[in-house]
């Protein structure tokens, strides 16, 4: 019996240690889906949408620092993936798409359902080729593979439906793709000059990304030796904020007033992976080190004076040796930023306090008893919006956490797909969504996909009604809140419809135990809390323009008619430093 290129295709995926394909059939992928079935290996996990097809793998590739894989059919399945992908290539991490086209002699005819899929994922790929005949394979398959993994970015094979079909006969034999190790460090002179100028300041302050991942001794050590507060970003939380005393927290848009000051301070900024993309709140006119693995990423946001391409941990490994320990003017930097951060967080904290039980329940609140009542090697993933802020302030971190989510690509209705893909790559593990209530519904239907596949994934539901964090921004620009409002379900009833466990929670002393028996429960789980709607999610640092903004703000929504909007407002603010 001969062999078809999807066959092909589906044996060096499994020899590639690929456990499992996302995605929605159809005609154009019927050769591909058939393999799948014949093989028998490789699970087929149908989701509802394409979209969450690519979030999915996005999230499993996230966890595993494996390759993940989604599949799409022809024209309008291709292009449901586009959004989920932008997020994979943004957050560098390794996916094979294997994007069915139509018929290879009807391109360029204007068939049914025709696009130009190369062209469609040339900007959120590392790798797109079109597959025009067998005779590609299995080469193509193995050059994409490795792209995806060594550049850690989406590969795209694009094959029209009757190439999947045609005979393999004559391939070379399967030949397993697999990650190699990629240490590297800067040259010694450039590691002198760095160690030179830090052993020359007063004030250094570390930016430490998502880059750190692995380094979490070699950077603290930095931070010893150097007397410097630590500043992380996003996506460098779960890798740094953990048994960390240097730590001064967030900075950005979603951040800590401490750690903006922390930048604002310094006399020497050192930024360890990361590419930190808000100028705004970078230190003017100081010297800057930037360690980056990727060389083309130093120098984006601000001017670097020292440049060192390699990976963090190699880079401080051969970095510390050369530091000399800090004088006191030093440590009065550190312990300055850090009596900063202890006030920031005491603050932070009043507002996760449950508020006399008062109604809706503050969204603070509900993120810290999330943190509490998680298991201890959670993985979190919020909604961009909202939720992204509260998870960045209230979420703890211990090393066994993980915090994912499209914190580059920044995209809506993230959370549900991605715990989908990360659930299913780690079946014992406690996968927690922190949902939007637009984010839920945006992609309502593959709740359907845990029922259907039975994933246990936990989901709260911020329900406050309404895109809060749009609303801030309009605020924020001095333009009344518009086109924002949600006239949501009941998401727990939506749950329970489809077979999976859900609670509705109205009060803050209903949430504790609504979350611990949701968490608890043997499958699928959703918790629909209602929060308020107008809380505040100030930056760390507030521009003149945006007090200009809100104050515009206020005097259009009373010329509006709207003032009874302010006064909620201000009470929803307010109230709480007088009770």
């Known amino acids: 019996m001969s062999t078809t290129i999807a066959e092909s295709i589906v044996a060096h995926l499994k020899t590639s240690g690929v456990r499992r394909?996302?995605?929605?059939?159809?005609?154009?992928?019927?050769?591909?889906?058939?393999?799948?079935?014949?093989?028998?290996?490789?699970?087929?996990?149908?989701?509802?949408?394409?979209?969450?097809?690519?979030f999915a793998a996005t999230a499993e590739a996230t966890v595993t620092g494996q390759i993940a894989v989604c599949a799409a059919s022809c024209g309008p399945g291709n292009t449901h993936l586009v959004n989920g992908l932008f997020d994979a290539h943004r957050s560098r991490v390794p996916v094979l798409v294997i994007a069915a086209h139509i018929?290879?002699?009807?391109?360029?005819?204007?068939?049914?359902?025709?696009?130009?899929?190369?062209?469609?994922?040339?900007?959120?790929?590392?790798?797109?080729?079109?597959?025009?005949?067998?005779?590609?394979?299995?080469?193509?398959?193995?050059?994409?593979?490795r792209t995806a993994i060594s550049r850690q970015g989406v590969a795209v094979l694009v094959i029209p439906g009757d190439v999947l079909l045609s005979s393999a006969e004559g391939h070379a034999g399967v030949t397993p793709v697999r990650p190699a190790g990629n240490l590297s460090r800067p040259t010694g002179?450039?590691?002198?000059?760095?160690?030179?100028?830090?052993?020359?300041?007063?004030r250094v302050t570390i930016l430490a990304g998502a880059g750190c991942a692995g380094a979490h001794d070699e950077l603290l050590e930095t931070a010893r030796l150097l007397q410097a507060p630590i500043v992380h970003t996003l996506r460098g939380k779960e890798h740094v904020e953990y048994d960390n005393p240097f730590d001064v927290g967030l900075t950005g848009l979603l951040g800590f007033e401490s750690g903006y000051r922390a930048m604002e301070s310094c006399d020497t900024l050192l930024m360890l992976g990361t590419n930190f993309p808000y100028r705004d709140f970078y230190p003017e006119n100081v010297p800057v080190i930037q360690v980056d693995v990727r060389g083309e990423q130093i120098g984006h946001q601000v001017a670097v004076t020292h440049p060192l391409i390699g990976d963090v941990k190699t880079t401080l490994a051969t970095l510390n040796p050369l530091l000399e320990p800090k004088d006191v003017d030093a440590r009065n930097?550190?312990?300055?930023?850090?009596?900063?951060?202890?006030?920031?967080?005491?603050?932070?904290?009043?507002?996760?306090?449950?508020?006399?039980?008062?109604?809706?329940?503050?969204?603070?609140?509900?993120?810290r008893e999330i943190s509490e009542v998680a298991a201890e090697d959670a993985v979190f993933i919020p909604d961009v919006g909202s939720p992204v802020i509260w998870s960045a302030r209230y979420l703890a971190m211990n090393g066994r956490r993980r915090l994912i989510g499209s914190f580059t690509h920044g995209s809506m209705a993230n959370a549900l797909p991605q715990a989908i893909g990360a659930q299913a790559a780690s079946p014992g593990r406690q996968i927690i969504a922190l949902s939007g209530d637009g984010g839920i519904a945006m992609l309502l239907?593959?709740?359907?996909?845990?029922?259907?596949?039975?994933?246990?994934?936990?989901?709260?539901?911020?329900?406050?009604?309404?895109?809060?964090?749009?609303?801030?921004?309009?605020?924020?620009?001095?333009?009344?809140?518009f086109g924002t409002d949600l006239k949501n379900?009941?998401?727990?009833?939506?749950?329970?419809?489809?077979?999976?466990?859900?609670?509705?929670?109205?009060?803050?002393?209903?949430?504790?135990?609504?979350?611990?028996?949701?968490?608890?429960?043997?499958?699928?789980?959703?918790?629909?809390?209602?929060?308020r709607r107008q809380e505040l999610s100030m930056p760390p640092h507030v521009t003149g323009g945006q007090i200009k903004g809100f104050s515009l703000f206020a005097g259009r929504m009373l010329l509006f008619g709207q003032g009874d909007q302010l006064v909620e407002l201000a009470k929803e603010n307010l109230v709480r430093e007088v009770l």
């Open 21 to 54: 394909v996302y995605g929605v059939p159809g005609d154009s992928l019927n050769g591909f889906t058939d393999a799948l079935r014949r093989d028998g290996e490789i699970e087929w996990l149908h989701v509802r949408h394409e979209e969450a097809a690519a």
């Open 103 to 145: 018929p290879s002699g009807d391109i360029g005819s204007g068939y049914f359902q025709e696009t130009h899929p190369q062209q469609l994922f040339q900007e959120c790929s590392v790798y797109c080729e079109l597959v025009s005949t067998a005779k590609q394979l299995p080469h193509i398959v193995q050059i994409a593979m």
């Open 189 to 202: 002179p450039e590691l002198a000059d760095a160690a030179g100028l830090l052993n020359s300041a007063n």
């Open 333 to 367: 930097h550190l312990g300055r930023m850090r009596e900063h951060y202890s006030h920031t967080r005491k603050e932070l904290d009043k507002l996760a306090d449950d508020d006399h039980n008062r109604t809706p329940l503050h969204p603070q609140f509900v993120a």
């Open 445 to 481: 239907g593959d709740l359907i996909t845990l029922s259907q596949h039975d994933l246990p994934v936990k989901i709260v539901v911020f329900n406050n009604s309404a895109l809060a964090f749009v609303e801030l921004e309009m605020m924020s620009a001095g333009i009344p809140t």
């Open 489 to 531: 379900p009941n998401f727990a009833t939506v749950a329970q419809s489809l077979g999976i466990h859900g609670v509705r929670v109205e009060r803050p002393d209903e949430l504790r135990p609504a979350l611990q028996e949701a968490f608890e429960h043997d499958g699928p789980a959703l918790v629909d809390v209602v929060t």
